[in-house]
């Protein structure tokens, strides 16, 4: 994949300033883009102070993204005597997305507009899908989805599929069961985008959901974060500097493997006492089998059985630990906590695993807390698939400058 090589340059620093060359023209694009869709409405002299560039290099790539439909003129301000100034924000009707969510039982398919707003969901069963047998299917979805929302197919920017994916024969977790084996041979994204007449990316679950919060989500404007990802297995987005982080070999935020009790439990990826035994869907599943009457974990609505909560009880002290590691090793804005689990066991988790114990992140002066909630729910995933061809089209990449 061609993404891999590019995913590899190195990380930029924070801020996000535009530059004047003509060469870097698709880089001021996205820089203009993305800060329209952060602080949109927004005006022209606004994008300046926030982005470094002429003001001719904003008028002519305002205007030039309105003709192209992605930004909408809001009626003139007129603020002093100066000239009115015009407010742009993102069209949500300029393009749409597809997402898929592949799992090892279903495949859930969402069409999106710009706004990353969910205009069309469909979900079908399947059993483990392989990128070849899941490709007639995701077209079927794709054509369903698209007639049923009106959307010209001109309009579309492409497909994200995300799924339990991880990269590399012999990687610890494609021996595991909470993983989809297949699709992190090159080949299968070609088929799917083949299959679909698209652009297509593959994403594992959790980073899917990590650039669907920072695109759409409580992480909008934050930089620099750990999304929590809390599903049969634990995953974690890692987002440095405005950058999604994928490591080296693209298997970054593989954190449910972090051996978190020496000689604890056994775990299906050959160690013993991985974070994802105590703090995880499965783990709780686990906990629960052992508890006489004691509700599935897919039943839960609204209050916690005393069950649930002793659960929480024990896993939460492993919530408590990884946020010290994560922040004593990457230094993130917060970390949030997300996923599939039901909200009120996450909200749950997140209370019982306060005081956090200490860490660089103690410091004085935090805007933003070190644990909160992010994005859950069946939904989480698929919208965060929909938003990789929207965040691809957006997203300021450094790399683009490093080539020339
Ligand atoms: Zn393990």
Same mark, same amino acid.
């Given at each position: &994949? ?16 535009? @530059? ?14 993305? @800060? ?57 009707? #300029? ?5 898929f969510h592949v799992d090892h ?8 507009d710009l706004t990353g707003k ?14 070849? %047998? ?27 599929? /995300? ?27 070609q088929h799917i985008a083949e ?23 409580? +992480? ?28 080296? %070999?693209?298997? +970054?935020?593989?954190?449910?493997? &972090? ?24 783990? /709780? ?19 916690? %059985? ?46 019982? +695993?306060?005081?956090?114990? &200490?860490?660089? #992140? ?14 859950? #729910? ?27």
């Amino acid at each position: &994949m061609a993404r891999r090589e590019a995913d590899r340059t190195p990380q930029p620093s924070r801020s996000v300033a535009g @530059t004047n060359l003509e060469f870097t023209r698709s880089h001021n694009r996205r820089v203009v883009l993305d @800060t329209i869709r952060r602080l949109g409405p927004v005006s022209r002299a606004e994008i300046a102070r926030e982005t470094a560039l002429t003001n001719q290099t904003i008028s002519n790539i305002v205007e030039e993204l309105e003709q192209a439909g992605f930004v909408l003129a809001g009626e003139p301000k007129r603020e002093g005597r100066g000239q009115p100034s015009i407010p742009y924000a993102i069209n949500p009707e #300029g393009a749409w997305s597809l997402g898929f969510h592949v799992d090892h039982s279903a495949i859930i398919a969402a069409l999106v507009d710009l706004t990353g707003k969910p205009v069309a969901i469909r979900e079908i069963p399947a059993q483990r899908p392989s990128p070849r %047998s899941a490709a007639p299917a995701l077209r079927q979805l794709a054509d369903e989805l698209i007639e049923e929302a009106g959307v010209p197919a001109s309009r579309l920017l492409g497909a994200g599929v /995300a799924l339990p994916v991880r990269f590399g024969v012999g990687a610890i977790t494609t021996a595991g069961p909470t993983t989809l084996p297949g699709w992190d041979d090159p080949d299968a994204r070609q088929h799917i985008a083949e299959a679909l007449e698209q652009p297509v990316q593959i994403e594992n679950d959790a980073m899917a959901a990590a650039i669907g919060e920072r695109l759409h989500g409580v +992480a909008r404007a934050i930089d620099s974060f750990v999304f929590l990802f809390l599903d049969e297995g634990l995953g974690a987005g890692v987002f440095l500097g405005g950058q999604p982080w994928r490591g080296a %070999s693209l298997n +970054a935020g593989e954190i449910g493997h &972090m051996i978190v009790a020496p000689n604890g439990k056994p775990c299906p990826c050959g160690n013993r006492g991985c974070l994802e035994r105590y703090l995880s869907l499965s783990a /709780a599943q686990e906990f629960l089998a052992d508890q006489p009457g004691a509700p599935a974990l897919s039943e839960l609505d609204g209050a916690l %059985s005393a069950p649930v909560e002793r659960w929480v009880t024990e896993a939460a002290p492993y919530l408590a630990g990884a946020v010290n590691i994560l922040e004593s090793t990457l230094d993130p804005e917060t970390i949030l906590l997300g996923g599939l689990a039901p909200a009120g066991v996450l909200a749950s988790l997140i209370e019982k +695993a306060m005081p956090l114990p &200490m860490s660089v #992140g103690s410091r004085s002066g935090r805007s933003l807390p070190r644990l909160m909630a992010g994005s859950v #729910g069946h939904h989480t995933v698929v919208l965060g698939a929909a938003s990789l061809p929207i965040f691809d089209e957006i997203n300021p990449r450094f790399d683009v400058l490093l080539k020339h």
